[in-house]
């Protein structure tokens, strides 16, 4: 399957774009921004952007909407934009993704429109890419084009808290672009609000230049979560901690497989990276051997396994099994995950 990159996508919409893409992937913020760019591109008038771009979403969706979307043909211009953005993939019936993919197949009679449907970050589970992509993303792949958006590395998220205060007016120094990430969060969305209230902060005190100060009294902490903050604390224990990490996951909505499936492959990875490293193998080698980028994660999990007994860790991958049974077996929301923290 032909999976693209942001990249790719504003490469064609330049050339000869498609009559429909899937965007999908972390990053929400650069989806946003892609069609925007796909609306300068298509909708550069505003007299006929209002026939020219029509916006459908989840929460009032139904197939023939999109179908009766398709069909007008652009005013004044030689393509029209469709966004359908809101659909959560992870909990669509099968019937809903049939009806919806009968629709997509007709893409190719209504040529003169382009098409995206946006999933958001919790919305769309991709499997393991590139080798892997879940059933789903390779039945919407059929009739649209997915575009992956990625998270920036930090060296590129700090480029851009750079470039965003300096489109504002105000000045930040490298150290600071790399620090606000760490303390806001690494959303896009999030950080371009906090570096418009910073810079907007030191503007209205007389000044251009941005501290660490300021960042510490104007913005908000996150509160981040990830899989192997969730696995750490369940592997050492602090139940409290991982309840209310799982508690966060049920308010975000994220489907309890998916929560599941990261910390069954955080275990394995960890008993692996015990493995490895009992036979002296270095850090380097181990991340290249499991396909993880960053050596910090090896250290992490060294660390984390300095407190945990390779029984335990196989008991906990036990418990994991027996979660991912009651899961399949029958719906039953987040009380396996619940019952796993508790477990181990």
């Known amino acids: 399957m032909d999976i693209l990159k ?63 979307a398709l069909m007008p043909m652009p005013m004044m211009a030689d393509r ?43 919305c769309l589970n991709a499997g393991y890419l590139p080798k892997s992509p879940s059933a789903v993303l390779k039945r919407l792949g059929e009739f649209l084009t997915p575009v992956q958006f990625d998270r920036c590395t930090t060296a590129k998220l700090a480029a851009w808290v750079q470039k965003h205060f300096a489109h504002n007016g105000a000045d930040a120094s490298a150290e600071l ?43 908000t902490p996150a509160n981040e979560y990830d899989a192997f903050a969730f696995t750490n604390a369940i592997m050492e224990g602090r139940q409290e901690a991982a309840l209310s990490i799982l508690s966060d996951y049920r308010f975000r909505r994220i489907e309890p497989t998916v929560i599941l499936g990261e910390v069954s492959r955080v275990i394995c990875d960890m008993i692996a990276v015990r493995a490895m490293s009992d036979e002296g193998t ?20 060294q660390r984390c396994l300095r407190n945990t007994t390779e029984a335990r860790m196989h008991n906990a991958l036990e418990a994991c099994l027996d979660a991912d049974r009651l899961l399949k077996l029958s719906p039953q929301g987040y009380a396996p995950l619940e019952k796993l923290v508790c477990q181990i």
């Open 6 to 68: 942001e990249a790719d996508f504003r490469k064609e919409l330049k050339a000869t774009p498609r009559t429909g893409y899937l965007f999908f992937g972390d990053e929400d913020y650069l989806k946003s921004f892609a069609v925007k760019q796909a609306r300068e591109v298509l909708c550069p008038d505003p007299s006929f952007a209002f026939f020219n771009e029509m916006k459908l979403d989840a929460v009032d969706f139904e197939p023939q909407k999109l179908l009766d």
């Open 282 to 301: 270095p850090g380097s080698e181990i991340a290249a051997a499991l396909g993880i980028k960053s050596d910090f994660k090896i250290k992490l999990y």
């Open 80 to 122: 029209k934009l469709i966004t359908l953005t809101g659909l959560n993939f992870t909990t669509m019936r099968q019937n809903e993704l049939d009806a919806l993919c009968d629709v997509l197949a007709l893409l190719p009679e209504y040529d003169y429109n382009l098409l995206i449907v946006t999933a958001s970050a919790d």
């Open 177 to 219: 672009c790399s620090l606000l990430p760490e303390y806001c969060g690494h959303s896009m969305f999030i950080l371009a609000n906090e570096i418009d209230k910073l810079a907007y902060y030191v503007l209205s005190h007389g000044r251009n230049t941005v501290t660490e100060e300021d960042m510490r009294l104007v913005c």
